[in-house]
């Protein structure tokens, strides 16, 4: 075992796209489980036991993807290589995270055998709970950290090229706002927002406001994270905002699917934005206004998609005309955190290259 671990000093590489594209295909049947488990969790109140379909669709997506990275590993084992050297680049937090899950898996079930099925709140805030997302987290952006200096990915890589980095970061996302549910607005019907900020006397108008700020960081900061990285390619917005939908829309059964359609069309907006714009780690500008605008088209579509099929705006102007205006000045203040000064231009490219 000691020589086996022995690191045989070869640079480590990085395993082909068709590789990480099962890594990224695997890793979402791994965060579809965990959204059907999440809907039986918020839907079927009354589960007793830890043994469920649910469980058992969560946790074969972790048996799977785990096994195809430690496969990637020993694929390289046998090639003569040793420790590190047998490690694809990007895998080595995701394989470290295998039995760290496994680990809490184990602890989730002993939780659960003990104390019971958690079916409200207080699931979010289960120890166990929170060990299975931060390893979970690590295991499905593995794709993401493989493509990151990838020598083939390049300043303007295609969307076929960078699908199985934005995939895993996209369901990264969906974790965040699984464990941030009670502030999540694309959980909120639109009879429900147009309700909430119709009356400021009771808390309906704070939660909704709070939920938009929660929500609006959530969306946006992953999407800054890679447009700084690379000049994303249209329709890379699209598909991250499609797969956070995914998770508040199992959370509530799809029954507030103009909402979840409102993501969609927002994501084609700041993928126009975007081929607009151009922003980039060397057009400071351009990042900032990116981060701005994507912010408060997407709270505006929120607010008016919500108007529409909710009956009406609300009562009360200053919320419905200010909240957008909020998220837009979150935004920008998330663009100046991402990208404080602009990168020199052959610094960002030969970063991306």
Do not use: K
């Not at 992953?222 to 447009?227: A, E, G, I, S």
């Amino acid at each position: 075992m000691r020589r086996l671990l022995a690191d045989s000093g070869e640079p480590r590489g990085w395993v082909p796209l068709r590789a990480d594209l099962v890594t990224a295909l695997l890793g979402v049947w791994f965060g579809i489980g965990l959204m059907i488990d999440a809907w039986a969790h918020s839907n079927l109140t009354e589960l007793e036991t830890f043994f469920t379909p649910w469980h058992a669709a969560f946790y074969s997506g972790f048996a799977a993807v785990s096994g195809w990275i430690i496969w990637q590993v020993y694929r390289n084992v046998r090639l003569g290589r040793q420790g590190l050297a047998a490690v694809p680049q990007g895998y080595l937090a995701g394989l470290v995270s295998i039995p760290a899950f496994a680990v809490c898996g184990l602890a989730d079930m002993t939780w659960h055998t003990v104390l019971g099925i958690e079916t409200s709140i207080d699931i979010l805030f289960s120890p166990s709970h929170l060990g299975l997302i931060v390893t979970m987290l690590l295991i499905i952006t593995t794709p993401l950290r493989s493509a990151w200096s990838a020598p083939d990915v390049g300043v303007r890589p295609s969307l076929g090229r960078l699908f199985p980095a934005l995939a895993g970061l996209a369901f990264a996302a969906t974790l965040v706002s699984l464990f941030l549910s009670y502030g999540d607005a694309l959980q909120y019907g639109s009879a429900a927002i147009v309700e909430s900020f119709s009356d400021v006397r009771g808390p309906g108008a704070d939660l909704l406001a709070a939920s938009m700020a929660i929500s609006n960081v959530v969306l946006l900061a992953p999407v800054l994270l890679v447009v700084r990285r690379w000049n994303l390619p249209f329709g890379g917005v699209t598909v991250m905002y499609t797969v956070a939908a995914l998770m508040p829309g199992s959370q509530t059964a799809f029954e507030n699917l103009p909402t979840l359609l409102t993501f969609v069309a927002a994501g084609l907006a700041s993928d126009v934005l975007i081929r607009l714009l151009r922003p980039s780690g060397a057009r400071r500008a351009a990042y900032w206004a990116f981060a701005g605008l994507s912010a408060f088209i997407t709270w505006s579509l929120y607010i008016a998609v919500a108007s529409v099929a909710g009956g009406g705006l609300p009562a009360v102007p200053e919320l419905w005309t200010g909240a957008p205006v909020v998220a837009g000045l979150i935004g920008l203040a998330l663009g100046a955190l991402f990208l404080p000064n602009a990168l020199p231009a052959n610094a960002a490219d030969a970063g991306r290259a």
